[in-house]
């Protein structure tokens, strides 16, 4: 770690990289705007940003599981409460009972009032409180390698199989006539939602972790002309609004996570004028 | 000497959906090197049947696939083109990106192989598309350069069974009969069994080997102007005029 800290010192001889934790934040935000930039190309294509918001919701129900349980790291009662909550999801919207935006409503309001309600019962809930914004400043070195696995591991993920990701999204009878298994693509989709949602949550908060998924692709998406040009700007743009936002919050005092999100936020407009633009030309 | 020339044998499938049956007792036999046209009123479960091929809904009954040495197949590859493909337009996937990412397991979000790109360009000229299409997003085509997109999507890897659902929906007039030329140079060529789905009984008479009329079962099945001339076929289609006498 130390060797780390010595080449931000070098590349980055700034006041805010003098401080170990601001040192620990850029690292944690390195790793996880890409993250988001890369899964949030396929949440805006299969249009599940509804269905993100909804996992992040759950993740206070999840906290108050692991308080209930006695359980120290609330990580483990998250991830598995997301994840049985994602699928419970999909299950449900296989039934095509009602439409998926009702079914995600309802799911994402229960996530969200359980949460409530459970924290508020063990003792108040304003000791949670700090999950709804978040706090990058706060990560430590374990978390942060922890983070470099998961970003690792998202990315042979999507090495081995965005082409049957993409296929399913793009039509899933298509792509069933490809002997491709939808079903088993989109449950793994939704794990891997499920896991960057919970893991980063703590970081960046319940209220906004969603736009951090969907805004930097869904300006992408307004400036891609393929699948490489949409990944490529979207990561750029998450991790520009990522980098900047975090150093405009050390200036300015304000929350990291709601800056780099208003960063992320103006970029799409700009992109969604600059696509008008060229849609008129 | 093989006899046999079965490609795909259907036994008894019954399709059920939300108590309703939707097909009943389905058996047909499609052959090697014939062109199967399934005709039948909308709503008559062939578009069903199709789903029920590609193993998108449950049913009952077996669907059984052989190549074209009779051996038995259990996961066929099957080349669909629906009808309409129902997706999002707005979305960044190009022609390349879409047949780049069936034919190789390199991701396209790195972007394309060159020999697969090669691989999708000769395929665009073989089914009639212009190769420039390639760089295209699939939102911004035309019905006809859509239809032919995803006839060349279908046509790689070489599928056991082609499966086309009423696939001149969207296309002009001189399209559609490049579109048949191409289907019936594919039978003659590569001996692919194909299922045809089709309203139009001009086209069916003129492309067709053989000929199934559906009705939730199959009400008649052979050689396609024998079943043309069937009553069945006649009353489906209003080719008769039925009795004028008013009780």
């Known amino acids: 770690m130390s060797g780390i800290y010595f080449l931000i010192d070098t590349i980055l001889p700034f006041e805010w990289t003098e401080f170990a934790y601001m040192k620990n934040a850029l690292l944690a935000v390195l790793l996880i705007t890409p993250l988001f930039g890369l899964v949030g190309t396929m949440i ?20 108050a599981i692991g308080v209930l349980m006695g359980i120290d790291n609330y990580l483990i009662s998250m991830m598995g409460f ?10 449900v919207m296989d039934s095509g009972t009602s ?16 949460g409530i309600v459970l924290l508020s019962a063990s003792g108040g809930f304003a000791k949670y409180s700090g999950y709804l914004i978040g706090d990058i400043l706060t990560v430590q070195p374990a978390e942060i390698a922890m983070l470099a696995v998961i970003l690792a591991a998202v990315v042979v993920i999507w090495y081995l199989f965005f082409n049957k990701l993409m296929l399913t999204s793009i039509n899933a009878d298509l792509a069933a006539s490809k002997g491709i298994n939808t079903r088993l693509t989109e449950k793994l989709f939704v794990v891997i939602v499920a896991v960057i949602v919970t893991v980063s ?11 951090l998924l969907v805004l930097p692709a869904a300006a992408a998406r307004n400036l891609a002309k393929s699948m490489r040009s949409y990944h490529f700007i979207a990561v750029g ?22 800056t780099i999100v208003l960063i992320a936020a103006v970029i799409f407009f700009f992109s969604y004028f600059l696509n008008r633009m060229r849609a008129k030309a | ?53 590609l193993g998108r809904i449950p049913y009952t009954g077996s669907i059984v696939f052989h190549n074209s040495r009779g051996e038995s197949i259990a996961n066929p590859r099957i080349g669909y083109v629906p009808q309409n493909l129902v997706f999002d337009r707005s979305t960044p996937v190009t022609v390349g990106d879409m047949l780049c990412a069936n034919m190789s397991g390199f991701p396209v979000w790195l972007g394309h192989k060159k020999e697969k790109l090669a691989q999708a360009r000769r395929l665009l000229s073989t089914v ?120």
């Open chain 1, 44 to 63: 805006v294509n299969n249009k599940m940003s509804f269905f993100s918001d909804a996992l992040g919701h759950s993740a206070l129900t999840g906290i």
């Open chain 1, 82 to 91: 997301a994840l049985l909550f994602a699928l419970c999801i999909s299950a």
């Open chain 1, 99 to 114: 439409s998926a935006d009702t079914i995600i409503g309802v799911f994402s309001s229960t996530g969200l009032a359980l």
């Open chain 1, 201 to 211: 949550i703590k970081w960046v908060g319940v209220l906004i972790i969603n736009s």
């Open chain 1, 237 to 258: 743009i998450s991790l520009f609004s990522g980098v900047s936002g975090l150093v405009a919050s050390y200036y300015t005092g304000t929350a990291a996570g709601g």
């Open chain 2, 1 to 53: 000497m093989d006899t046999c020339k079965c490609s795909t044998q259907i036994r008894n499938l019954t399709v059920k959906k939300h108590d309703g049956v939707i097909i009943h007792d389905v058996s047909l036999d499609v052959h090697h090197g014939e062109i199967l046209a399934l005709i039948g009123r909308n709503g008559a479960g062939k578009t069903t049947l199709l789903k029920a091929l």
């Open chain 2, 128 to 247: 009639g598309a212009n190769p420039s299409l390639l760089g295209k997003r699939i939102g911004s085509l035309s019905g006809g350069e859509m239809q032919r997109v995803l006839l060349a999507f279908a046509l790689d890897p070489k599928p056991d069974l082609l499966l086309l659902d009423e696939p001149v929906s969207a296309v002009d007039r001189k399209g559609i009969e490049v579109f048949y030329d191409l289907v019936t140079s594919m039978r003659a060529e590569h001996q692919m069994p194909i299922i045809l789905v089709s309203h139009d009984l001009s086209h069916v008479e003129k492309y067709a080997t053989r000929a199934a009329l559906l009705d939730r079962t199959i009400l008649v099945s052979g050689n396609v102007r024998e079943v043309m001339k069937t009553p069945e076929v006649q009353e489906a289609f209003g080719l008769k005029l039925t009795g004028g006498v008013k009780q």
